[in-house]
């Protein structure tokens, strides 16, 4: 038996899942893993890809858009190891996250779950890697707000559990889908994802049945990147309509047996944050079709290319075919944040994950988080070049 197999389910993310993959390669050296990748019938050629550049991973291409719960559960059923972890195409990982994340379970052995500590692409920690369950009156205090206004209180912040530490291990009630290590025995004893759920809220759902069940939640502060959503057009109505329609599930599967005096209000809730929700993207959409986003006056980002002399000129011929205002630094120790930049304008930090480890990416962006500075890699594999906003080539 494998001691891991790690789940990517894809749609439409051929680079970024490459991206992921090359990562994978590095962080499960000297592991007995296995890679499963599940296509959910893209049309950009990511099943041939795969299969092509990748040849040592398993590629399940099908033939219909399963959604996530169902695309894990297929992967999951074909394989066979000790721990599984659910990972999202628009992630990275460092190094030594799995490795970290498979010993603290092994220390652990009442765990079920566990998630680490992802970051934003400026760096900044994203909030989503600690979560308490959305009790009814949890979601509420997120809906209306005050859990943005108190973060840190232990009742109006539990969504985000904001009153834990970032550096420190600690127990949680929610793992993020978007890196999830399970413990197989523990999903035989609960059950696979809830099929119900097409997309979102299934982690939720499946987080809370391992405590149900008698297991423990974890967050362990290793790093990967999460582009947090690369595959999902977040501005449209489908968008919309699947989130909140996973949190009416997720709430009528657990907390059905509450009186109309209590649920009825939390409905309520809910459907006035999809509706004005839905509002505010039309809204958007007219201004930007009345005029009144002007694009062009929005100052253009400034590159900066971190790499080896022979890739600087690879990143150069990106650069000059694409017309980016570019600046060239061969590898220096401290990366950008031994460079002056401007802020008042986006900048790409773009380094050559030849040269740079992942993991080292991930801890110069952590030491000193900016708003205005992006992470951005370059692949030689392919020549590529990636950010959360663009692809280039």
Known sequence: MKKITVVIVSYKVKDYVCQCLLSLRRALVGIDAEVCVVDNHSDDGTVDFLRENFPEIKVIASPHNLGFARANNLAIRQTESEFVLLLNPDTFVGEQTIRQSLAFMDEHPQAGGLGVRMLKT?????????????????????????CAR?????????????YLSWDEAARIEVVSGAYCLLRRKALDAIGLLD??????GEDIDLSYRLLKGGYENWY???????YKGESTEKSSFRYVHVFYKAMLIFFRKHYSQMS?????PIQITIYGKAFTTLLQIQMGKLRRYLGFVDHHRARQPLYLFLATAENLEKCRKIAVDKGLEAQYFEVVPDGHLSLE????????????TSTYRFEEILELFSKKPLENVKIGTFLPENNMMITAENILK
């Open 122 to 146: 400026d760096g900044s920690d994203a909030l989503e890697s600690r979560r308490g369950l959305p009790t009814p009156m949890v979601a509420f205090y997120k809906m209306v707000g005050l």
């Open 150 to 162: 108190f973060p840190q209180h232990r009742r109006f912040g539990q969504y985000y559990m904001g």
């Open 195 to 200: 099929e119900d759920f097409f997309m979102y």
């Open 220 to 226: 362990l502060p290793a790093k990967i990147l999460h």
């Open 260 to 264: 109309l005096l209590l649920s009825l």
């Open 341 to 352: 930049m401007p802020t008042d304008r986006p900048v790409y930090a773009v380094y050559d």
